[in-house]
């Protein structure tokens, strides 16, 4: 058997993922015959066939599956370490920091507060992306450490859990169940999340392949065909929830800071917690993300009993104004305070979607 080359699996992975050679063949950029022929030329060196090839339909064989895994895996390796390299190679490192905008207990400014004054500190970059692609950032090289609220895939990863923050459901204010004292999941029957999962379900993590917008069942009568599409920002998915569309389980946190009239937040009595961790790559040696994990679980235990005892109300647009409640008493109970704009210890935090 020959050694395998990256550009072997990356033909195989098209077409494991395509079953389709023509479709596979444009994704590549490549004609369908030479890459045809590079396949047949993979099974002839691997001594196995990989593909069940008919006139109507390519299917995967039992060595094609195995190698389909492993291979999504390699590939995976060599770009993180080309990208690592590269960032490592830099005048100016930045520790790369992956999570989803809001998604942070409201803690982001204290987390960074804390890291600062860590001696293996160095500047900040933070990646935005959608749910699940920080995974998939820690493990291609595009970022160092994470913040998230729910692991949907832990290969490759080390795990520190932070804290745990109450949902409450978002639904539209006209919304029946707005006017009632209490709900449990049950209530929900028939509703549907944002990506179109049962919301009876609770918002369970979907499994490695999910992510915002997958297809679910169909949406329940009145509601609207658009909720079956990926959701890119807080803003798509508020407009959804306030016109009846879908409902959405939302960190207590967010709720607080997003207060709109055509919305209403409940607490839900079986509704489990948001879990919040700091996750990173099982193989860095990297003293700048240990000293985010440090500053991160230490602010995250000072914030916990603070979180704990807060009421779930949410005060309407027209209440006080408490989005930042959390994070302040989070200082109070001895995380470090968030520099003020223009102080000399602010370091310059980057921005990268």
Same mark, same amino acid.
């Given at each position: 058997?020959?050694?395998?080359?990256?550009?072997?699996?990356?033909?195989?992975?098209?077409?494991? +993922?395509e079953?389709?050679?023509?479709?596979?063949? +444009?994704r590549?950029?490549?004609?369908?015959?030479?890459?045809?022929?590079?396949?047949?030329?993979?099974e002839? #060196?691997?001594?196995?066939r990989?593909?069940?090839r !008919? !006139?109507?339909?390519?299917?995967? !064989?039992?060595?094609?599956?195995?190698?389909?895994?492993?291979?999504r895996?390699?590939? +995976?390796?060599?770009?993180?370490?080309?990208?690592?390299?590269?960032?490592?190679?830099?005048? @100016?490192?930045?520790?790369?920091?992956?999570?989803?905008?809001?998604?942070?207990a409201?803690?982001?400014?204290?987390?960074?507060?804390?890291?600062?004054?860590?001696?293996?500190a160095?500047?900040v &970059?933070?990646?935005?992306?959608?749910?699940?692609?920080?995974?998939?950032?820690?493990?291609?090289?595009?970022?160092?450490?994470?913040?998230?609220?729910e692991?949907?895939?832990?290969?490759g990863?080390?795990?520190?859990?932070?804290?745990?923050?109450?949902?409450?459901?978002?639904?539209?204010?006209?919304?029946?169940?707005? @006017?009632r004292?209490?709900?449990s999941?049950?209530?929900?029957?028939?509703?549907?999340?944002?990506?179109?999962?049962?919301?009876?379900?609770g918002?369970?993590p979907?499994?490695?392949? #999910?992510?915002?917008?997958?297809?679910?069942?169909p949406?329940?009568?009145?509601?609207? @065909?658009?909720?079956r599409r990926p959701v890119?920002?807080? !803003? &798509?998915?508020?407009?959804?929830?306030e016109?009846?569309?879908?409902?959405?389980?939302?960190?207590?946190?967010?709720?607080?800071?997003?207060?709109?009239?055509?919305?209403?937040?409940?607490? %839900?009595?079986?509704?489990?917690?948001t879990?919040?961790?700091?996750?990173?790559?099982?193989?860095?040696?990297s003293p700048a993300?240990?000293?985010?994990?440090? @500053?991160a679980?230490?602010?995250?235990?000072?914030?916990?009993?603070?979180?704990?005892?807060?009421?779930?109300d %949410?005060?309407?647009?027209?209440?006080?104004?408490?989005?930042? &409640?959390?994070g302040?008493?989070?200082?109070?109970?001895?995380?470090?305070?968030?520099?003020?704009?223009?102080?000399?210890?602010?370091?310059?935090?980057?921005?990268?979607?």
């Open positions: 058997m020959n050694d395998l080359e990256s550009r072997q699996l990356r033909y195989f992975v098209a077409v494991a +993922e079953l389709n050679f023509g479709r596979a063949a +444009e590549l950029g490549m004609a369908q015959p030479p890459l045809s022929r590079a396949i047949r030329e993979l002839r #060196g691997l001594g196995v990989l593909f069940e !008919t !006139t109507r339909q390519v299917a995967l !064989t039992p060595a094609g599956e195995v190698l389909l895994r492993d291979a895996t390699a590939l +995976e390796a060599i770009t993180a370490a080309a990208r690592r390299a590269v960032h490592a190679g830099r005048p @100016a490192p930045e520790l790369r920091l992956a999570l989803k905008a809001d998604f942070d409201g803690l982001l400014p204290q987390f960074l507060a804390a890291y600062r004054q860590e001696p293996e160095i500047p &970059e933070l990646v935005l992306g959608g749910r699940g692609d920080q995974e998939a950032a820690l493990r291609d090289g595009r970022a160092d450490v994470a913040v998230l609220p692991l949907t895939d832990d290969r990863l080390d795990v520190e859990p932070l804290l745990t923050e109450p949902r409450l459901v978002a639904l539209a204010a006209s919304d029946p169940l707005a @006017a004292s209490s709900l999941l049950s209530d929900f029957a028939g509703r549907v999340l944002p990506d179109g999962r049962p919301a009876e379900l918002g369970l979907p499994g490695p392949d #999910g992510g915002d917008g997958g297809p679910g069942r949406a329940a009568r009145g509601s609207f @065909a658009e909720s890119r920002d807080l !803003t &798509e998915l508020f407009s959804l929830v016109l009846g569309g879908v409902i959405w389980f939302v960190p207590v946190s967010i709720a607080r800071r997003h207060a709109r009239p055509g919305i209403a937040y409940r607490a %839900v009595g079986d509704l489990p917690p879990e919040f961790s700091v996750v990173w790559p099982q193989d860095c040696r993300v240990a000293a985010f994990v440090r @500053a679980t230490a602010v995250a235990a000072a914030a916990q009993p603070v979180i704990d005892a807060q009421p779930l %949410v005060p309407g647009p027209a209440g006080p104004a408490r989005p930042a &409640e959390a302040q008493r989070a200082d109070a109970a001895g995380a470090a305070p968030s520099p003020r704009p223009g102080s000399s210890e602010m370091n310059p935090v980057t921005v990268r979607r």
